[in-house]
């Protein structure tokens, strides 16, 4: 039985967090959701409950009410220092439950919406004993223990990987996609339109380089050990996450000067701590670099890889070797099976190998062609849409 108060508003909660992977896809849902309310003229309330971090900061930029509370996680490795940490994690996750208790109760909104992880676990606990309708998205090919153990009181389970159906009942999951920013996609705007916007060369391929939402040391490292072998023929935007953007601009002066001895070349090498969502042409904008790249090197997030595909471009995908469960490995070459990509494990990551492999795949216009109609295809642009209409219509 549910304790929700007849409203006119409808309340949506959404929750998980800790990384982009979990933030940027209940972002994009949240907007979908925005406009629906503005097509029916119903008003709307979203808000967001989870731990106090990256992704609480992101969600507060679109204007949607944040609800912070403590977060706790558990680790299955039980070395001394995680049954420390586990010990002290259990008492967040209790602080955690007594403030979502209040949270819920005051709101009780129509339906949940949980990406997972560790901060969605009070949100979801609470949703099940007041019997609010919950909802849960599977971004990777291998689903995380919160939505496994999630997905038996879920109402629908939204899964971005085919075959990750089978990790959930078979009624009730539906494959739609990982949920993208469909802003960043959805204009087509032509390369080299994009580039002259951006003031780059419009003769030499750029190559993006996206090493997730905090970015990537190793990816820094193996491109910073290429620039030598591939800056006089290429152009790199290279996002380097903000916390080794000072370190990364420091390398790239060394090697610029005792390398490659060329102040020429340093022109085509354009490193930034973080590219921005905008409409406008400025030199960071994610927006306008997926339009003009021609080749983009990425983690294998599900959230980069299913926004790769909406822009159909080439990428060479490298996962994270330690993310939990393999899940990057197996996101890698689930995405590889459709040949839009080309998947390069970090132990193989060698400079010589490495650029000669870029340098291949951008002189070779049938395989890029290729590899961008293997990604459009794979693309599901509309996987926002689809589940903000199931929030909207099934558990109102």
């Not at 380089?209 to 152009?235: K, M």
């Amino acid at each position: 039985m549910s304790y929700q108060i007849p409203s006119q508003t409808i309340r949506i909660v959404l929750t998980g967090g800790g990384s982009g992977g979990h933030t940027f896809p209940l972002i994009a849902v949240a907007r979908e959701l925005r406009k629906m309310s503005q097509k029916k003229g119903q008003s709307l309330e979203l808000f967001y409950i989870g731990p106090d971090d990256f992704a609480a900061d992101f969600v507060r930029q679109e204007g949607i009410a944040v609800k912070t509370i403590l977060g706790g996680k558990f680790r299955r490795d039980w070395s001394p220092g995680n049954l420390l940490k586990n010990i002290v994690d259990i008492f967040k996750i209790i602080g955690g439950l007594v403030q979502t208790y209040y949270y819920l109760l005051v709101l009780m909104p129509d339906a949940i919406f949980s990406k997972g992880g560790y901060g969605s676990f009070p949100v979801v606990f609470w949703g099940i004993v007041f019997a609010i309708p919950i909802f849960i998205h599977e971004s990777d090919a291998v689903p995380g223990l919160m939505n496994k153990m999630s997905a038996k009181f879920s109402r629908t389970i939204f899964v971005s990987f085919p075959d990750t159906q089978r990790y959930f009942p078979r009624h009730k999951t539906i494959v739609t996609g990982n949920p993208i920013r469909i802003d960043l996609v959805a204009e087509r705007i032509d390369p080299s339109r994009a580039k002259e916007l951006l003031k780059l060369d419009n003769k030499r391929p750029l190559v993006l380089v996206l090493g997730g939402s905090q970015g990537a040391q190793h990816i820094n490292d193996i491109i910073l050990d290429i620039l030598p072998e591939v800056i006089d023929r290429v152009q790199i935007v290279h996002q380097t996450g903000n916390k080794n953007y000072q370190q990364v601009q420091r390398e790239a002066e060394i090697v610029f000067r005792e390398i490659i001895k060329s102040e020429e070349n340093k022109q085509f090498y354009h490193p930034y701590p973080f590219l921005i969502e905008t409409d406008k042409p400025v030199p960071h904008s994610l927006k306008f670099l997926y339009a003009a790249a021609d080749l983009i090197i990425a983690r294998a997030g599900s959230g980069l890889i299913f926004e790769i595909a909406a822009v159909g471009k080439p990428s060479i995908i490298i996962p994270l070797p330690w993310a939990s469960q393999g899940h990057q490995l197996k996101n890698a070459y689930a995405y590889e099976k459709s040949g839009a990509c080309v998947v390069v494990e970090e132990k193989n990551l060698r400079t010589n190998i490495f650029s000669d492999l870029i340098l291949r795949l951008l002189q070779d216009k049938k395989k890029l062609a290729q590899m961008s109609k293997a990604a459009l295809s794979f693309a599901k642009p509309q996987a926002a849409e689809v589940i903000a209409q199931y929030l909207w219509s099934r558990g109102l």
